[in-house]
């Protein structure tokens, strides 16, 4: 069964301090791996996409890896904003058929 | 990056009454889109894959007479909730495939929060 697990579940962050979100997977056959960030009411916006062969991409102060190896990956967020709160979100693809496995999200929270 | 809109953003309709909801892509065509739905702090649940000029494939559990889905155009998917009840409240998101690339990328609409009261 295709899952996607996240961690942690949410976390709270000061204003200007780092943090790194996780993200396990068990998708296969595996075509490529996103992450998203969901604002409360609104759809989830691309962050980064990664293939097979890529294990790192940057997004202004995001930076995603991926292990395709050990099938994880991290979001890294530098210098976090009040804005940077949100749902982010581990999408796996499937490879040969669009469909797309979600984790349930790392609930952030940045206080000043 | 490519757009994707919905319309309407917000609807609050009385039980029994149905509501459409209208899935756009802006600037490319997409052959195919998908309908989600989200309850709070839930991860996205596909219910269904909208494929223009053909018929809607739908999630098992999901039921085709009560979700109608029609792609009758490369940049319009409309979703219609029939006989909508307060379990049917919920936030409803539909996506994209935008082919080419290395790789087929999809994009969300901004969703549709949906009351029935």
């Known amino acids: 069964k295709n899952q996607v697990e996240q961690s942690p579940q949410s976390l709270i962050i000061l204003e200007g301090k780092n943090c790194t979100l996780q993200?396990?997977?068990?998708?296969?056959?595996?075509?490529?791996l996103r992450w998203y960030k969901q604002d409360t009411g609104r759809g989830p916006v691309s962050l980064t996409i990664m293939t097979f062969s890529e294990n790192t991409k940057s997004n202004g102060r995001y930076t995603a890896t991926l292990d395709a190896d050990t099938k994880q990956s991290s979001l890294h967020i530098t210098a976090s904003q009040l804005s940077d709160s949100a749902s982010y979100i581990c999408v796996v693809s499937v490879y040969g058929n669009n469909r797309l496995a979600f984790g349930k999200g790392n609930q952030v929270v940045v206080i000043p | 990056g490519a757009v994707v809109s919905q319309h309407p953003s917000w609807v609050i309709c009385k039980s029994g009454t149905s509501v459409k909801i209208e899935c756009r892509s802006l600037d490319f065509q997409a052959t195919t889109m998908f309908w989600y739905r989200q309850f709070p702090k839930q991860s996205l649940m596909l219910m269904a894959t909208?494929?223009?000029?053909?018929?809607?494939?739908?999630e098992q559990g999901v039921e085709k007479d009560k979700f109608l889905i029609n792609h009758a155009s490369l940049t319009l998917s409309t979703l219609t909730v029939t006989s909508a009840h307060p379990e049917d409240s919920s936030f409803y998101i539909c996506s994209a495939i935008r082919t080419g690339g290395s790789y087929n990328e999809q994009f969300f609409g901004p969703g549709t929060r949906l009351t029935v009261l």
């Open positions: 993200c396990n997977y068990t998708v296969s056959p595996f075509s490529n």
């Open positions: 909208s494929n223009e000029g053909s018929k809607a494939t739908y």
